[in-house]
């Protein structure tokens, strides 16, 4: 019978085609992680002080930052650890988790775009029934569905890509546990699942895609038929910002997982765009074109004396 030894442990080998650059990489993925967290910390922080922007879109809005806080916390302290000389291992468990956070939070951000096309979709075609469409029941349990939604999806995909056995080579080609580089290491067939997973992972960014693009659509109608122009210009500012946001959320998507052939180094690019460009720049897309978060976070920081008072 064959000795087979069962890994407990994995060595992440990081970004491909970067051997030497690790001071520079260390430097600028901690500026950009510092940033991503202050930025969105920030727009947490006007938001839940400010009364007036206790209002659905700004309740949505305060959980996507939330999540921008968490989401490049899943595989960035790991990252900058091992950049500065540190020790590449991570542990089975570890690796697990990383997986399972990583699509959880992903997930759930995808979700919550969809949610907030809906409410803009409410606001722009429905404005007087806005109030009772909108209510505080009806935003809680969308925002709680988006984390129940993202929590199912993470946990069948984890479980999909764990079930496997993994008893040869523990060198991941990546700077983090995700499903491509994990099926490679493991020691069975793995062509069906990852069909399934392609499935799983193509259709529900497409599923919200789709619902997003009927909103939006729904939502130019409208706007083309305000008489105002004042009233056009408007709504085109309240939504240019969510438009943006989810371009940059779903690109990265089509690029990583849905490509026939998959190049790491792309792979790896992308994803760190993903995990850490993408959640840096939220804030200033919803904060630059948002005369009542710039208000709030100006009086804000007045309060706590960082700006002066005008």
């Not at 064959?2 to 407990?8: A, I, K, P, Q």
């Not at 002080?49 to 309740?59: D, I, N, Q, V, W």
């Not at 008893?167 to 080609?173: A, L, R, S, W």
């Not at 790896?268 to 460009?277: E, K, M, R, S």
Request: with cysteine; aromatic share 12%; proline share 5%.
């Amino acid at each position: 019978m064959r000795n087979v030894s069962v890994v407990t442990e994995f060595v992440l080998l990081g970004i491909p085609h970067t051997e030497g650059l690790e001071t520079t990489l260390f430097l600028l993925f901690l500026a950009f992680y510092l940033f991503t967290l202050l930025g969105n910390l920030l727009i947490f922080l006007a938001i839940v002080s400010s009364p007036r922007l206790h209002t659905p879109m700004y309740f949505f809005l305060c959980k996507l930052s939330v999540c921008d806080i968490f989401f490049p916390s899943v595989s960035s302290p790991k990252m900058l650890f091992y950049l500065v000389g540190n020790s590449r291992v991570i542990s089975y468990s570890g690796c697990v988790s990383q997986l399972f956070f990583y699509h959880f939070l992903g997930c759930t951000e995808c979700f919550l775009c969809t949610v907030m096309a809906y409410d803009r979709f409410v606001a722009i075609c429905f404005p007087l029934r806005y109030s009772t469409i909108m209510s505080h029941r009806v935003c809680a349990i969308l925002a709680l569905g988006t984390s129940f939604g993202g929590c199912i999806q993470a946990i069948f995909l984890t479980v999909l890509t764990f079930q496997l056995p993994y008893c040869g080579p523990n060198e991941v080609d990546y700077y983090f546990c995700d499903i491509p580089v994990m099926l490679k290491l493991a020691c069975a067939d793995t062509s069906s699942l990852e069909l399934v997973g392609l499935v799983s992972v193509g259709l529900m960014p497409l599923s919200c895609f789709l619902l997003i693009l009927a909103s939006y659509s729904c939502i130019v109608g409208s706007i083309l038929r305000i008489r105002s122009a004042e009233g056009r210009r408007r709504a085109f500012s309240t939504c240019s910002a969510h438009l943006t946001a989810i371009l940059l959320s779903f690109m990265p998507v089509v690029l990583i997982y849905l490509q026939p052939t998959p190049n790491p180094w792309l792979n790896a690019t992308v994803q760190v765009l993903n995990n850490l460009v993408t959640p840096m720049l939220n804030p200033l897309i919803y904060s630059l074109r948002n005369k009542e978060v710039k208000s709030s976070l100006r009086k804000m920081l007045n309060n706590v004396g960082f700006l002066p008072e005008k």
